[in-house]
Nanobody, 124 residues
Framework: QVQLLESGGGSVQAGGSLRLSCTIS????????MGWFRQAPGKEREAVAR???????SVADSVKGRFTISKDSAENILYLQMNSLKPEDTAMYYC??????????????????WGQGTQVTVSS
């Protein structure tokens, strides 16, 4: 059974940093493409970052230069380093895993496995 567990969320002031972790069981991070999504109240879930099986990464324009996605294959953990946080980054953040080499950016339906989310709140 595949289980993804996010951690590292919290409340920070604008300009601060957080590192989200996604601890995974029943699935190896080298298996397929993995991603981070977020959803703010009243808004649709949006893609934040993606890392494919070859470690090629993509990030949304809204977080480019501020967020970095990475994975630790030995520890089987997916990370999202978030710097220079803004109030508009406030959302529930989810990690997701697929079984394919790569998936189209911003296509949540291509990820069959999801975590429960971790809340990030950025105050001005």
């Amino acid at each position: 059974q595949v289980q993804l567990l996010e951690s590292g969320g919290g409340s920070v002031q604008a300009g601060g940093s957080l590192r989200l972790s996604c601890t995974i069981s029943g699935y190896r991070v080298v298996t397929g493409c993995m991603g981070w999504f977020r959803q703010a109240p009243g808004k649709e879930r949006e893609a934040v970052a993606r890392i494919d099986r070859a470690d090629a990464t993509s990030v949304a324009d809204s977080v480019k230069g501020r967020f970095t996605i990475s994975k630790d294959s030995a520890e089987n953990i997916l990370y999202l380093q978030m710097n220079s946080l803004k109030p508009e980054d406030t959302a529930m953040y989810y990690c997701a895993a697929s079984t394919t080499f790569s998936v189209g950016f911003g296509l949540p339906y291509q990820y069959p496995y999801w975590g429960q989310g971790t809340q990030v709140t950025v105050s001005s």
